[in-house]
Protein backbone atom coordinates (compact mmCIF):
# COMPACT_ATOMS: atom_id res chain seq x y z
CA UNK A 1 0.00 0.00 0.00
CA UNK A 2 1.60 3.27 -1.02
CA UNK A 3 1.23 5.89 1.49
CA UNK A 4 0.90 9.62 0.03
CA UNK A 5 2.55 12.32 2.11
CA UNK A 6 -0.57 14.98 2.12
CA UNK A 7 1.46 17.45 3.50
CA UNK A 8 3.72 18.10 0.60
CA UNK A 9 0.49 18.28 -1.71
CA UNK A 10 -0.23 22.08 -3.18
CA UNK A 11 -3.16 23.65 -0.93
CA UNK A 12 -5.89 25.21 -3.19
CA UNK A 13 -6.78 28.96 -2.68
CA UNK A 14 -9.93 29.75 -1.87
CA UNK A 15 -11.34 30.50 -5.37
CA UNK A 16 -9.96 27.66 -6.28
CA UNK A 17 -11.13 25.52 -3.67
CA UNK A 18 -15.02 26.94 -4.76
CA UNK A 19 -14.24 26.12 -8.57
CA UNK A 20 -13.44 22.10 -7.41
CA UNK A 21 -16.59 22.70 -5.02
CA UNK A 22 -19.00 24.03 -7.92
CA UNK A 23 -17.16 21.10 -10.42
CA UNK A 24 -18.44 18.05 -8.18
CA UNK A 25 -21.91 20.06 -7.48
CA UNK A 26 -22.38 20.16 -11.40
CA UNK A 27 -21.10 16.76 -11.76
CA UNK A 28 -23.37 15.16 -9.44
CA UNK A 29 -26.41 16.77 -10.26
CA UNK A 30 -25.49 15.70 -13.79
CA UNK A 31 -25.66 12.00 -12.80
CA UNK A 32 -28.55 12.32 -11.08
CA UNK A 33 -30.24 13.76 -14.15
CA UNK A 34 -29.42 11.05 -15.56
CA UNK A 35 -31.07 8.49 -14.00
CA UNK A 36 -34.10 10.86 -13.47
CA UNK A 37 -34.80 11.23 -17.00
CA UNK A 38 -35.49 7.82 -17.26
CA UNK A 39 -38.15 7.74 -14.99
CA UNK A 40 -39.92 10.60 -16.99
CA UNK A 41 -43.49 10.21 -18.41
CA UNK A 42 -45.83 12.11 -20.76
CA UNK A 43 -46.64 14.39 -17.56
CA UNK A 44 -43.38 14.81 -15.94
CA UNK A 45 -41.54 15.90 -18.76
CA UNK A 46 -44.14 18.63 -19.82
CA UNK A 47 -43.98 19.97 -16.14
CA UNK A 48 -40.11 19.55 -16.36
CA UNK A 49 -40.02 21.24 -19.85
CA UNK A 50 -42.42 24.26 -18.05
CA UNK A 51 -40.37 24.79 -14.98
CA UNK A 52 -37.24 25.12 -17.49
CA UNK A 53 -38.88 27.51 -19.41
CA UNK A 54 -39.67 29.52 -16.57
CA UNK A 55 -36.04 30.25 -15.68
CA UNK A 56 -35.84 32.91 -18.04
CA UNK A 57 -38.50 35.70 -16.48
CA UNK A 58 -37.70 34.44 -12.75
CA UNK A 59 -33.68 35.22 -13.66
CA UNK A 60 -34.96 38.44 -15.01
CA UNK A 61 -37.42 39.38 -12.15
CA UNK A 62 -34.25 38.52 -9.70
CA UNK A 63 -31.42 40.70 -11.43
CA UNK A 64 -33.94 43.57 -11.97
CA UNK A 65 -35.44 43.86 -8.45
CA UNK A 66 -38.10 46.66 -7.26
CA UNK A 67 -36.84 49.97 -6.38
CA UNK A 68 -38.11 51.31 -2.65
CA UNK A 69 -38.67 54.39 -1.41
CA UNK A 70 -36.39 54.65 1.47
CA UNK A 71 -38.19 57.63 3.16
CA UNK A 72 -41.47 56.26 3.27
CA UNK A 73 -39.85 53.10 4.22
CA UNK A 74 -38.34 55.28 7.57
CA UNK A 75 -41.62 56.51 8.12
CA UNK A 76 -43.73 53.44 8.13
CA UNK A 77 -40.99 51.75 10.81
CA UNK A 78 -40.84 54.25 12.86
CA UNK A 79 -45.11 54.49 12.68
CA UNK A 80 -44.93 50.38 13.52
CA UNK A 81 -42.02 50.95 16.59
CA UNK A 82 -44.51 53.42 18.08
CA UNK A 83 -47.40 51.47 18.05
CA UNK A 84 -45.40 48.20 19.41
CA UNK A 85 -44.12 50.90 22.17
CA UNK A 86 -47.72 51.77 23.01
CA UNK A 87 -49.34 48.14 22.56
CA UNK A 88 -46.31 46.63 24.94
CA UNK A 89 -46.93 49.40 27.68
CA UNK A 90 -51.00 48.43 27.51
CA UNK A 91 -49.82 44.70 28.09
CA UNK A 92 -47.39 45.15 30.63
CA UNK A 93 -49.79 47.32 32.77
CA UNK A 94 -52.53 44.63 32.13
CA UNK A 95 -50.45 41.79 33.53
CA UNK A 96 -49.12 44.33 36.76
CA UNK A 97 -52.65 45.19 37.69
CA UNK A 98 -54.73 41.96 37.14
CA UNK A 99 -51.94 39.34 38.72
CA UNK A 100 -49.34 41.20 40.42
CA UNK A 101 -46.53 40.38 38.01
CA UNK A 102 -44.16 43.30 37.58
CA UNK A 103 -41.91 43.61 34.22
CA UNK A 104 -43.70 41.13 32.68
CA UNK A 105 -41.96 40.89 28.87
CA UNK A 106 -43.92 39.25 26.41
CA UNK A 107 -40.83 38.39 24.26
CA UNK A 108 -39.38 36.09 27.36
CA UNK A 109 -40.48 32.38 27.42
CA UNK A 110 -39.71 32.12 31.03
CA UNK A 111 -42.17 35.18 31.62
CA UNK A 112 -44.67 33.86 29.34
CA UNK A 113 -44.61 30.06 31.45
CA UNK A 114 -44.86 31.75 34.49
CA UNK A 115 -47.89 33.77 33.61
CA UNK A 116 -49.48 31.33 31.52
CA UNK A 117 -48.80 28.00 34.16
CA UNK A 118 -47.53 29.08 36.92
CA UNK A 119 -49.64 32.27 37.92
CA UNK A 120 -53.09 31.44 35.84
CA UNK A 121 -52.52 27.34 36.10
CA UNK A 122 -53.72 26.56 32.41
CA UNK A 123 -53.40 23.08 32.29
CA UNK A 124 -49.67 22.48 30.45
CA UNK A 125 -49.60 22.09 26.81
CA UNK A 126 -46.39 19.83 26.00
CA UNK A 127 -44.13 19.44 23.12
CA UNK A 128 -42.94 15.48 21.86
CA UNK A 129 -40.30 15.81 24.00
CA UNK A 130 -42.83 16.14 26.89
CA UNK A 131 -41.75 20.01 27.37
CA UNK A 132 -44.18 23.08 28.19
CA UNK A 133 -44.19 25.09 25.40
CA UNK A 134 -46.14 28.18 24.61
CA UNK A 135 -45.59 28.27 20.76
CA UNK A 136 -47.88 29.72 18.39
CA UNK A 137 -50.19 26.59 18.41
CA UNK A 138 -50.29 26.30 22.21
CA UNK A 139 -50.97 29.29 22.40
CA UNK A 140 -54.05 29.30 19.93
CA UNK A 141 -55.39 26.40 22.20
CA UNK A 142 -55.08 28.60 25.27
CA UNK A 143 -57.59 31.03 23.75
CA UNK A 144 -60.42 29.12 25.05
CA UNK A 145 -59.22 29.83 28.47
CA UNK A 146 -60.94 33.04 29.29
CA UNK A 147 -58.63 34.70 32.06
CA UNK A 148 -55.57 34.18 29.85
CA UNK A 149 -57.78 35.39 26.42
CA UNK A 150 -57.10 39.03 27.04
CA UNK A 151 -53.28 38.59 27.41
CA UNK A 152 -52.67 36.27 23.97
CA UNK A 153 -54.90 38.63 21.73
CA UNK A 154 -52.49 41.22 22.81
CA UNK A 155 -49.32 39.24 22.25
CA UNK A 156 -50.64 37.96 18.42
CA UNK A 157 -51.17 41.71 17.69
CA UNK A 158 -47.51 42.32 18.59
CA UNK A 159 -46.66 39.64 17.44
CA UNK A 160 -47.80 40.37 13.68
CA UNK A 161 -46.35 44.23 14.23
CA UNK A 162 -42.91 42.58 14.66
CA UNK A 163 -43.08 40.52 11.13
CA UNK A 164 -44.05 43.37 9.43
CA UNK A 165 -41.57 45.69 11.01
CA UNK A 166 -38.74 42.11 9.99
CA UNK A 167 -39.99 42.32 6.24
CA UNK A 168 -39.76 46.55 5.84
CA UNK A 169 -36.08 46.14 7.56
CA UNK A 170 -34.83 43.87 5.20
CA UNK A 171 -31.43 44.77 3.61
CA UNK A 172 -31.53 46.35 0.41
CA UNK A 173 -28.80 46.68 -2.23
CA UNK A 174 -26.53 49.60 -2.88
CA UNK A 175 -28.85 50.97 -5.66
CA UNK A 176 -31.67 51.19 -3.24
CA UNK A 177 -33.72 48.28 -4.85
CA UNK A 178 -34.66 45.12 -2.89
CA UNK A 179 -34.37 41.44 -4.51
CA UNK A 180 -35.43 37.82 -3.80
CA UNK A 181 -33.75 34.69 -5.14
CA UNK A 182 -37.29 32.75 -6.41
CA UNK A 183 -37.15 29.45 -6.32
CA UNK A 184 -38.92 27.31 -9.11
CA UNK A 185 -39.15 23.64 -7.84
CA UNK A 186 -39.52 25.07 -4.13
CA UNK A 187 -42.59 23.56 -3.20
CA UNK A 188 -44.69 20.45 -3.23
CA UNK A 189 -47.51 22.48 -5.30
CA UNK A 190 -45.74 24.07 -8.37
CA UNK A 191 -45.63 27.63 -6.05
CA UNK A 192 -42.81 29.23 -6.23
CA UNK A 193 -40.74 30.38 -3.16
CA UNK A 194 -38.28 32.91 -2.42
CA UNK A 195 -35.84 33.70 -0.02
CA UNK A 196 -32.79 36.01 0.30
CA UNK A 197 -31.37 36.94 -3.16
CA UNK A 198 -27.81 35.63 -4.12
CA UNK A 199 -25.87 38.36 -2.26
CA UNK A 200 -27.85 37.90 1.16
CA UNK A 201 -30.27 41.13 1.03
CA UNK A 202 -33.59 40.73 0.64
CA UNK A 203 -36.01 38.35 1.38
CA UNK A 204 -38.98 36.73 1.28
CA UNK A 205 -41.51 38.96 -1.26
CA UNK A 206 -44.42 36.54 -2.12
CA UNK A 207 -46.26 37.97 1.51
CA UNK A 208 -45.93 41.51 1.65
CA UNK A 209 -49.26 42.53 3.48
CA UNK A 210 -51.23 45.51 1.97
CA UNK A 211 -50.06 47.55 5.13
CA UNK A 212 -46.41 47.69 4.09
CA UNK A 213 -46.75 47.94 -0.08
CA UNK A 214 -46.59 51.63 -0.47
CA UNK A 215 -42.94 51.76 -0.32
CA UNK A 216 -42.49 49.56 -3.36
CA UNK A 217 -42.27 51.86 -6.20
CA UNK A 218 -41.59 52.13 -10.06
CA UNK A 219 -38.62 53.79 -11.58
CA UNK A 220 -38.23 57.23 -12.86
CA UNK A 221 -40.52 57.79 -15.51
CA UNK A 222 -42.44 54.50 -14.95
CA UNK A 223 -46.03 53.26 -13.71
CA UNK A 224 -46.81 49.80 -12.04
CA UNK A 225 -49.31 47.18 -12.87
CA UNK A 226 -50.67 44.56 -10.63
CA UNK A 227 -52.82 41.86 -12.40
CA UNK A 228 -54.53 39.35 -10.04
CA UNK A 229 -55.94 36.45 -10.82
CA UNK A 230 -59.73 36.96 -9.63
CA UNK A 231 -61.04 34.24 -7.05
CA UNK A 232 -58.86 31.76 -9.08
CA UNK A 233 -58.38 29.02 -6.97
CA UNK A 234 -62.70 28.64 -6.46
CA UNK A 235 -62.89 28.31 -9.94
CA UNK A 236 -60.47 25.35 -10.48
CA UNK A 237 -61.98 23.89 -7.63
CA UNK A 238 -65.65 24.24 -9.63
CA UNK A 239 -63.92 23.14 -12.76
CA UNK A 240 -62.49 20.34 -11.15
CA UNK A 241 -66.00 19.07 -9.73
CA UNK A 242 -67.31 19.68 -13.58
CA UNK A 243 -64.83 17.48 -14.75
CA UNK A 244 -65.48 15.01 -12.78
CA UNK A 245 -68.59 14.53 -11.50
CA UNK A 246 -70.51 17.47 -14.31
CA UNK A 247 -71.71 18.76 -11.25
CA UNK A 248 -71.52 22.76 -12.28
CA UNK A 249 -73.15 24.56 -9.47
CA UNK A 250 -70.21 26.00 -7.86
CA UNK A 251 -68.61 26.77 -10.77
CA UNK A 252 -71.75 29.05 -11.60
CA UNK A 253 -71.75 30.60 -8.88
CA UNK A 254 -67.67 31.56 -9.18
CA UNK A 255 -68.58 32.99 -12.59
CA UNK A 256 -71.81 35.23 -11.58
CA UNK A 257 -69.51 37.58 -10.66
CA UNK A 258 -69.91 37.54 -7.12
CA UNK A 259 -69.23 34.43 -5.62
CA UNK A 260 -69.42 35.55 -1.77
CA UNK A 261 -72.72 37.38 -2.36
CA UNK A 262 -74.22 34.24 -4.35
CA UNK A 263 -72.90 31.71 -1.78
CA UNK A 264 -74.82 33.93 0.58
CA UNK A 265 -78.01 33.85 -1.09
CA UNK A 266 -78.26 30.36 -1.28
CA UNK A 267 -76.75 29.54 2.36
CA UNK A 268 -79.13 31.70 3.88
CA UNK A 269 -82.25 31.74 1.67
CA UNK A 270 -84.99 33.47 4.32
CA UNK A 271 -82.77 36.79 4.64
CA UNK A 272 -84.83 39.37 1.56
CA UNK A 273 -82.58 39.10 -1.18
CA UNK A 274 -83.82 41.31 -4.39
CA UNK A 275 -81.78 39.36 -7.29
CA UNK A 276 -79.75 42.16 -8.64
CA UNK A 277 -76.09 41.66 -7.06
CA UNK A 278 -75.38 45.21 -6.24
CA UNK A 279 -78.38 45.32 -3.59
CA UNK A 280 -77.74 41.70 -2.28
CA UNK A 281 -74.51 42.93 -1.53
CA UNK A 282 -75.52 45.67 0.80
CA UNK A 283 -77.84 42.88 1.99
CA UNK A 284 -74.87 40.05 2.57
CA UNK A 285 -72.45 43.13 4.14
CA UNK A 286 -75.14 43.72 6.93
CA UNK A 287 -74.02 42.54 10.80
CA UNK A 288 -74.69 38.88 10.85
CA UNK A 289 -72.76 37.13 13.30
CA UNK A 290 -71.14 39.21 16.21
CA UNK A 291 -68.79 41.62 14.10
CA UNK A 292 -68.70 39.69 10.81
CA UNK A 293 -70.75 40.33 7.60
CA UNK A 294 -72.74 37.22 6.02
CA UNK A 295 -70.52 37.90 3.47
CA UNK A 296 -67.34 37.89 5.28
CA UNK A 297 -68.33 34.69 6.80
CA UNK A 298 -69.08 33.08 3.41
CA UNK A 299 -66.11 34.14 1.72
CA UNK A 300 -63.81 33.02 4.89
CA UNK A 301 -65.56 29.35 6.15
CA UNK A 302 -66.22 28.96 2.51
CA UNK A 303 -62.42 28.53 1.68
CA UNK A 304 -61.78 26.93 4.64
CA UNK A 305 -64.52 24.09 4.12
CA UNK A 306 -63.16 23.84 0.68
CA UNK A 307 -59.92 22.28 1.92
CA UNK A 308 -61.68 20.04 4.78
CA UNK A 309 -61.21 22.72 7.43
CA UNK A 310 -63.16 21.21 10.15
CA UNK A 311 -65.14 23.30 12.69
CA UNK A 312 -62.63 23.50 15.33
CA UNK A 313 -60.33 24.52 13.32
CA UNK A 314 -62.04 27.13 11.40
CA UNK A 315 -62.90 28.64 14.81
CA UNK A 316 -59.48 28.72 15.83
CA UNK A 317 -59.03 30.78 12.92
CA UNK A 318 -61.63 32.65 12.55
CA UNK A 319 -62.47 32.95 15.59
CA UNK A 320 -65.85 32.40 15.68
CA UNK A 321 -68.55 29.47 18.09
CA UNK A 322 -68.08 26.05 17.11
CA UNK A 323 -71.68 25.69 16.75
CA UNK A 324 -72.07 28.65 13.73
CA UNK A 325 -69.51 26.76 11.79
CA UNK A 326 -71.21 23.66 11.73
CA UNK A 327 -74.50 25.11 10.89
CA UNK A 328 -72.73 27.32 8.13
CA UNK A 329 -71.22 24.05 7.07
CA UNK A 330 -74.23 21.67 7.01
CA UNK A 331 -75.91 24.66 4.43
CA UNK A 332 -73.26 24.91 2.74
CA UNK A 333 -72.36 21.13 1.75
CA UNK A 334 -76.30 21.21 1.14
CA UNK A 335 -75.83 23.76 -1.74
CA UNK A 336 -72.96 22.52 -3.22
CA UNK A 337 -72.77 18.72 -2.62
CA UNK A 338 -70.00 17.85 -5.32
CA UNK A 339 -67.38 19.81 -2.70
CA UNK A 340 -67.95 16.72 -0.44
CA UNK A 341 -67.98 14.11 -3.56
CA UNK A 342 -64.68 15.94 -4.83
CA UNK A 343 -63.13 14.99 -1.18
CA UNK A 344 -64.22 11.46 -0.84
CA UNK A 345 -62.72 11.53 -4.93
CA UNK A 346 -58.97 12.40 -3.61
CA UNK A 347 -59.09 10.51 -0.54
CA UNK A 348 -59.60 7.24 -2.41
CA UNK A 349 -57.55 8.61 -4.92
CA UNK A 350 -54.31 9.13 -2.69
CA UNK A 351 -55.34 5.97 -0.55
CA UNK A 352 -55.80 3.75 -3.90
CA UNK A 353 -52.49 5.31 -5.45
CA UNK A 354 -50.26 7.54 -3.79
CA UNK A 355 -50.57 10.54 -6.33
CA UNK A 356 -52.48 12.86 -8.15
CA UNK A 357 -52.10 14.44 -11.31
CA UNK A 358 -53.75 17.81 -11.07
CA UNK A 359 -56.05 20.06 -13.67
CA UNK A 360 -53.34 21.47 -15.01
CA UNK A 361 -51.61 18.12 -15.42
CA UNK A 362 -48.87 18.42 -12.65
CA UNK A 363 -48.28 15.30 -10.91
CA UNK A 364 -47.32 14.29 -7.01
CA UNK A 365 -46.91 11.81 -5.47
CA UNK A 366 -47.94 11.45 -1.37
CA UNK A 367 -45.28 9.81 0.74
CA UNK A 368 -46.93 10.17 3.74
CA UNK A 369 -49.33 7.70 5.41
CA UNK A 370 -52.19 7.61 3.04
CA UNK A 371 -54.68 7.15 6.09
CA UNK A 372 -53.36 10.60 7.49
CA UNK A 373 -55.82 13.60 7.81
CA UNK A 374 -52.89 15.72 7.24
CA UNK A 375 -51.99 13.98 4.11
CA UNK A 376 -55.50 13.98 3.15
CA UNK A 377 -55.86 17.85 3.55
CA UNK A 378 -52.65 18.70 1.58
CA UNK A 379 -53.59 16.18 -1.30
CA UNK A 380 -57.10 18.08 -1.86
CA UNK A 381 -55.20 21.53 -1.17
CA UNK A 382 -53.22 20.43 -4.10
CA UNK A 383 -54.77 20.78 -6.74
CA UNK A 384 -56.55 24.23 -6.81
CA UNK A 385 -53.53 25.93 -5.38
CA UNK A 386 -50.76 24.49 -7.88
CA UNK A 387 -53.15 24.55 -11.08
CA UNK A 388 -53.96 28.30 -10.32
CA UNK A 389 -50.11 28.55 -9.51
CA UNK A 390 -49.63 26.85 -13.08
CA UNK A 391 -51.94 28.91 -15.12
CA UNK A 392 -50.52 32.83 -13.29
CA UNK A 393 -46.81 31.34 -14.47
CA UNK A 394 -48.21 30.37 -18.09
CA UNK A 395 -49.60 33.65 -18.20
CA UNK A 396 -46.44 35.27 -16.95
CA UNK A 397 -44.38 33.43 -19.48
CA UNK A 398 -46.36 35.12 -22.11
CA UNK A 399 -45.54 38.57 -20.82
CA UNK A 400 -42.01 38.06 -20.51
CA UNK A 401 -41.53 36.33 -24.18
CA UNK A 402 -43.91 39.71 -25.70
CA UNK A 403 -41.42 42.20 -23.73
CA UNK A 404 -44.00 44.96 -23.91
CA UNK A 405 -43.16 45.45 -20.09
CA UNK A 406 -40.66 45.22 -17.42
CA UNK A 407 -42.01 42.07 -14.67
CA UNK A 408 -40.84 42.91 -11.21
CA UNK A 409 -42.71 40.17 -9.08
CA UNK A 410 -44.59 37.39 -8.79
CA UNK A 411 -46.85 36.93 -5.83
CA UNK A 412 -48.57 33.23 -6.21
CA UNK A 413 -51.74 34.11 -8.15
CA UNK A 414 -50.67 37.78 -9.35
CA UNK A 415 -47.71 39.54 -11.07
CA UNK A 416 -46.24 43.51 -11.07
CA UNK A 417 -44.96 44.69 -13.73
CA UNK A 418 -43.49 47.99 -14.78
CA UNK A 419 -43.83 49.74 -18.09
CA UNK A 420 -43.36 53.40 -19.89
CA UNK A 421 -46.62 55.81 -18.37
CA UNK A 422 -47.03 57.42 -20.95
CA UNK A 423 -48.13 54.57 -22.83
CA UNK A 424 -50.42 52.71 -20.45
CA UNK A 425 -53.26 52.47 -22.25
CA UNK A 426 -51.22 51.01 -25.54
CA UNK A 427 -49.76 48.51 -22.98
CA UNK A 428 -51.98 47.55 -20.88
CA UNK A 429 -55.10 45.81 -23.08
CA UNK A 430 -51.76 44.10 -24.84
CA UNK A 431 -51.19 43.01 -21.19
CA UNK A 432 -54.69 41.86 -20.49
CA UNK A 433 -54.65 39.75 -24.30
CA UNK A 434 -51.95 37.78 -23.13
CA UNK A 435 -52.88 36.34 -19.89
CA UNK A 436 -55.99 35.74 -21.15
CA UNK A 437 -56.50 31.65 -21.40
CA UNK A 438 -59.07 29.56 -21.91
CA UNK A 439 -59.01 26.02 -20.76
CA UNK A 440 -61.28 23.32 -22.07
CA UNK A 441 -63.53 21.42 -20.05
CA UNK A 442 -65.57 18.42 -20.41
CA UNK A 443 -69.16 18.48 -21.27
CA UNK A 444 -68.49 21.87 -24.15
CA UNK A 445 -67.46 23.81 -21.50
CA UNK A 446 -64.16 25.92 -20.60
CA UNK A 447 -62.38 27.97 -17.85
CA UNK A 448 -61.18 31.40 -18.04
CA UNK A 449 -59.87 32.79 -15.12
CA UNK A 450 -60.11 36.53 -14.80
CA UNK A 451 -57.46 39.32 -14.25
CA UNK A 452 -58.33 42.35 -11.73
CA UNK A 453 -55.32 45.20 -13.51
CA UNK A 454 -54.89 47.79 -11.14
CA UNK A 455 -52.15 50.75 -11.67
CA UNK A 456 -50.49 53.10 -9.83
CA UNK A 457 -46.92 54.72 -8.98
CA UNK A 458 -46.62 52.15 -5.66
CA UNK A 459 -47.91 48.58 -4.87
CA UNK A 460 -50.29 50.14 -2.10
CA UNK A 461 -53.82 51.06 -2.59
CA UNK A 462 -54.74 54.47 -4.06
CA UNK A 463 -56.44 56.86 -1.28
CA UNK A 464 -56.42 60.18 0.10
CA UNK A 465 -52.73 59.68 2.06
CA UNK A 466 -51.38 57.43 -0.99
CA UNK A 467 -52.45 59.31 -4.40
CA UNK A 468 -49.61 57.52 -6.02
CA UNK A 469 -51.44 53.86 -5.22
CA UNK A 470 -53.07 50.99 -7.18
CA UNK A 471 -56.64 51.91 -8.69
CA UNK A 472 -58.48 49.97 -10.46
CA UNK A 473 -56.91 50.36 -14.48
CA UNK A 474 -59.39 52.67 -16.42
CA UNK A 475 -58.29 54.10 -19.91
CA UNK A 476 -57.14 57.44 -19.97
CA UNK A 477 -55.91 57.85 -16.36
CA UNK A 478 -55.33 61.96 -15.65
CA UNK A 479 -53.56 61.32 -12.45
CA UNK A 480 -49.75 62.51 -12.40
CA UNK A 481 -47.24 61.47 -10.02
CA UNK A 482 -46.97 63.22 -6.61
CA UNK A 483 -43.71 62.00 -5.10
CA UNK A 484 -40.34 62.25 -6.43
CA UNK A 485 -37.92 59.11 -6.99
Known sequence: MKIIDTSKTPRLSNIDSEWVYNGLDCCV??????????????????????????????????????????????????EYAGFVDQWEEILERLVREGTGFHGFNWRSWQDLHKLLYDIYLIP??????????????????????RIARPVIRFMEYLRDLDKKMDVLAQELDNDGRIRTSYNIAGTNTGRFSSSFSEYGTGGNLQNIEESLRSV??????????????????????????????????????????????????????SMPWTGDMSKDREIAERPYYRHHDLRKLCKSIGHGTNYLGGPDT????????????????????????AHQMWHRWVNERVRSYGYLVSFMGRKRTFFGRRDDDKVIREAI???????????????????????????????????LVQYPQEQEDEIIPKLQSQLHHIIPLKHDRTLTIPYGCQTGWNWGKHKESNPDGLKAYHPGDQRTRQASV
Open 29 to 78: TAEIMETLVEQFDSVTTATYDFSRALQGPVFDMRVRGVLIDQERRKQVLD
Open 124 to 145: PIRTKEGKRTANRDALEKMEFY
Open 314 to 337: LSRQYKIDVPAIVQFQERYFGVFP
Open 381 to 415: AYDPQGSLSDIVNQGMLRVWHARDCELLMQNHDSI
Open 216 to 269: FIADPGMKLANFDAEQGESRIVGAIEWNLFHKGEYLDACESGDLHTVVSRLCEP
